[in-house]
């Protein structure tokens, strides 16, 4: 006899689901036919196919052991990522990150081991608080992407619920995300909002701006207001009412104020200034929600921002 208790992650779905994420080698009739002769029960009871299951339940088996994994330690992959995160905050539900320019956020075609959300695993792992072997149902994710080159804000969602509600709340706007970047020159207006529509070059991955509508754009608005200027540079805060690719590093662009390092749009795309990278950071996130966010409600109403942008004191 065995006993398992359902963990946050595992509820709110159907046993036969559960025990075939579980028991991956079981075949289902044989799955079936251990619940139909009460080899398999839930709370010391029979069950159903379809009981959901909660969280805190007790599922008992009486069943062959070669269905239970071996419990000595497994090798993942996350764990040849470095496990330290720059956290901006964290609970027991979400985390925000500060990732670092240089960083993938998702392991590309070629498969880096070393990814933003591969360290995330690994710390969760080394918390305690994930483990692939226990968390069959759910595995933590990142809400949001940021540019390889690009450093700011990501969020990762530490469970189901929290990874449910915050991919809706993205997608409603119900988050405000800000961005600083260093521009060259100084923009005429010190604040706008910038109009236009853009169109995309798979192949190359570049991003045109127009001024009107053409065939396969899509409309763009992006607000800025200086903070600062000098040494022929300006300090710009950003926020996006679009969200496009190079949004922001092609619409300053096309208004003649470049980000300062950017390889694509820049001035000198062959020696973008001297920086390793663009001078772009999503260093602001607003949580501003205007429906019912459930069990991240508290964070409604919360700022949160990077401590130090690299580039912040070039001017």
Avoid at 3 to 8: E, F, G, N, V, Y
Avoid at 40 to 46: A, E, P, R, T, V
Avoid at 134 to 156: E, Q, S
Avoid at 213 to 219: D, T
Wanted: hydrophobic letters at 35%; charged letters at 30%.
């Amino acid at each position: 006899m065995r006993t398992l208790t359902i963990q946050k992650n595992d509820c709110n779905q159907r046993l036969d689901k559960f025990l075939q994420k579980r028991f991956r080698t079981m075949p289902k009739s044989l799955m079936y036919k251990y619940i139909r002769k009460k080899c398999i029960k839930l709370n010391g009871k029979k069950c159903d196919i379809d009981a959901m299951l909660s969280e805190g339940d007790v599922l008992t088996f009486y069943i062959k052991d070669e269905f239970f994994e071996a419990a000595e330690e497994k090798h993942y992959d996350f764990l040849k990522a470095p496990g330290k995160l720059d956290i901006v905050y964290e609970d027991e539900n979400i985390i925000l990150i500060d990732k670092k320019p240089g960083v993938i956020v998702h392991p590309d075609k070629q498969y880096h081991f070393d990814s933003l959300v591969s360290r995330v695993l690994h710390y969760l792992y080394d918390k305690g608080e994930y483990d692939p072997e226990r968390d069959k149902a759910f595995t933590p994710a990142l809400v949001n992407r940021i540019d390889r080159n690009t450093g700011g804000i990501v969020i990762a969602a530490k469970n189901a619920e929290s990874l449910r509600i915050m991919n809706a709340k993205m997608k409603s706007r119900e988050l405000e995300k800000y961005y600083l970047c260093l521009v060259h020159g100084t923009p005429k207006k010190s604040e706008d909002i910038l109009n236009g529509y853009i169109t995309k070059n798979e192949s190359k991955n570049t991003v045109r701006v127009h001024k009107t509508q053409v065939e396969g754009s899509k409309e763009i608005k992006t607000k800025y207001k200086v903070l600062k200027s000098g040494r022929g540079m300006s300090l710009v805060e950003v926020e996006l009412l679009t969200g496009r690719t190079h949004q922001i590093r092609a619409h300053m662009a096309s208004i003649g104020h470049p980000l300062v390092g950017d390889s694509k749009y820049g001035k000198n795309k062959k020696s973008p200034d001297g920086f390793r990278y663009q001078a772009l950071y999503s260093y602001k996130l607003i949580f501003n929600f205007s429906t019912d966010a459930g069990i991240l409600d508290y964070l409604n109403g919360r700022e949160f921002r990077v401590k130090e942008v690299w580039f912040s004191k070039e001017v």
